[in-house]
T-cell receptor, first 116, second 113 residues
């Protein structure tokens, strides 16, 4: 079983829809939770960053973390064609790497397509 | 700032050939990482560095070597390329261990025939 599970999709929605992307994880040591967006043939870029449980909102994006259920979500409101990308969840425990640094464990990504 | 840059963008190798991938960052970050991304596998950490002159193994280090002679550069070497190393390679950097934000480069697409 993978430490982080993410539905690969593809997920296709009409423009303006609310999108819900999710990841589950098994390692209770994870404290830092991130969502990266990756456009085709580009590197991942950080979209949202959350520490521990709770919600965080940034414009049309809301990240939720439920540590009791080991479940994180990313909501996109009023989705746009420019949101079409692969969304990767990532998470880490504090200073898990020998000598410091942050080992991120990534989900496999969910491909999202927002259609006109 | 250019952020994180990678050279080359594309490369085709024959089995047994060697090559070096170059990563450069201009953000004065201490930590640098090399990942590979394969379909259905997500991003997997190959090697990482927590500062100039230091390197360490990640999740899938076999067949790769790295060097961090200068703070801004992190090199990934393939000594004897194998078809299993066909992948997209991403370099990333982060400021320090208290910050989990990693900034990624645009990637290098490597095909080993």
């Amino acid at each position: 079983q993978k430490e982080v599970e993410q539905d690969p999709g593809p997920l296709s929605v009409p423009e303006g829809a609310i999108v819900s992307l999710n990841c589950t994880y098994s390692n209770s040591a994870f404290q830092y939770f991130m969502w990266y967006r990756q456009y085709s043939r580009k590197g991942p870029e950080l979209l949202m960053y959350t520490y521990s449980s709770g919600n965080k909102e940034d414009g049309r994006f809301t990240a939720q973390v439920d540590k009791s259920s080991k479940y994180i979500s990313l909501f996109i409101r009023d989705s746009q064609p420019s949101d079409s990308a692969t969304y990767l969840c990532a998470m880490s425990a504090a200073n898990i790497l020998t000598g410091g640094g942050n080992k991120l464990t990534f989900g496999t990504g969910t491909q999202l397509k927002v259609e006109l | 700032n250019a952020g994180v840059t990678q050279t080359p963008k594309f490369r085709v190798l024959k089995t047994g050939q060697s090559m070096t991938l170059l990563c450069a960052q201009d953000m004065n970050h201490e930590y640098m990482y090399w990942y590979r991304q394969d379909p259905g596998m997500g991003l997997r950490l190959i090697h990482y560095s927590v500062g100039e002159g230091t390197t360490a193994k990640g999740e899938v280090p076999d067949g790769y070597n790295v060097s961090r002679l200068k703070k801004q550069n992190f090199l990934l070497g393939l000594e004897s390329a194998a078809p299993s190393q066909t992948s997209v390679y991403f370099c990333a950097s982060s400021l320090d261990s208290s910050t989990d934000t990693q900034y990624f480069g645009p990637g290098t697409r490597l095909t080993v025939l």
